[in-house]
């Protein structure tokens, strides 16, 4: 089982539609959890963390977070075309060094 | 955001040389950077952890002695990877902690190695 899973996709989506990207973790220790945004050839940027259990919303971002599931989302409201990217979900474990782990990242198109 | 800065953002060495890439928090003081390497079409996978003033930790199955890693000051994290090889050929990316556990990127390093 893989630390971080994420459907490849991808996920096609009309514009102006709600974009929900899941991602599913192993580790119940996880404490932090984090949305990035990768456009091709390109590093991640960072879009959203979240902590704790239940939504946290910045724009037309919404992360949401279940523990007891061991499951972090991303809803994308009003998609653009300028979303269409791979979005990464990545999970802190804790211990030392405060380590990222990432999932293999979800393709999103948005289609006019 | 914070800026990590990373360069070069591409190269290109011949086989068996070496190439040094560096990473520079540029308006924070990082402790920690970290480095990836991501192939195409695959996620980031973390080559090493990289403290200020100490030795480098590496993941398993990374070559210490092939990807070298100096983190001499709070602000830059240097790479080198030694002796490359086309295998080495990769996208690699460098990003930075601030006190917070966000970690920002670099803009990435396109090695290739012909």
């Known amino acids: 089982q893989k630390e971080v899973e994420q459907n490849s996709g991808p996920l096609s989506v009309p514009e102006g539609a709600i974009a929900s990207l899941n991602c599913t973790y192993s580790?119940?220790?996880?404490?932090?959890f984090f949305w990035y945004r990768q456009y091709s050839g390109k590093s991640p940027e960072l879009i959203m963390f979240i902590y704790s259990n239940g939504d946290k919303e910045d724009g037309r971002f919404t992360a949401q977070l279940n523990k007891a599931s061991q499951y972090v989302s991303l809803l994308i409201r009003d998609s653009q075309p300028s979303d269409s990217a791979t979005y990464l979900c990545?999970?802190?474990?804790?211990?030392?060094?405060?380590?990222?782990?990432f999932g293999t990242g979800t393709q999103l198109k948005v289609e006019l | 955001g914070a800026v990590v800065s990373q360069h070069p953002s591409w190269v290109i060495c011949k086989s068996g040389t070496s190439v040094k890439i560096e990473c520079r928090s540029l308006?924070?003081?990082?402790?920690?950077m970290f480095w990836y390497r991501q192939f195409p079409k695959q996620s980031l996978m973390l080559m090493a952890t990289?403290?200020?003033?100490?030795?480098?930790?590496?993941e398993q199955g990374v070559e210490k002695d092939k990807f070298l890693i100096n983190h001499a000051s709070l602000t830059l994290s240097t790479l080198t990877v030694t002796s490359a090889h086309p295998e080495d050929s990769s996208f690699y990316i460098c990003?930075?902690?601030?006190?917070?556990?966000?970690?920002?990127f670099g803009q990435g390093t396109r090695l290739t190695v012909v």
């Open positions: 990545a999970v802190n474990r804790g211990g030392g060094g405060n380590k990222l782990t």
């Open positions: 990289s403290n200020e003033g100490s030795k480098a930790t590496y």
């Open positions: 990003s930075a902690r601030r006190q917070s556990t966000e970690a920002f």
């Open positions: 580790d119940r220790g996880s404490q932090s």
């Open positions: 308006d924070f003081q990082a402790t920690t």
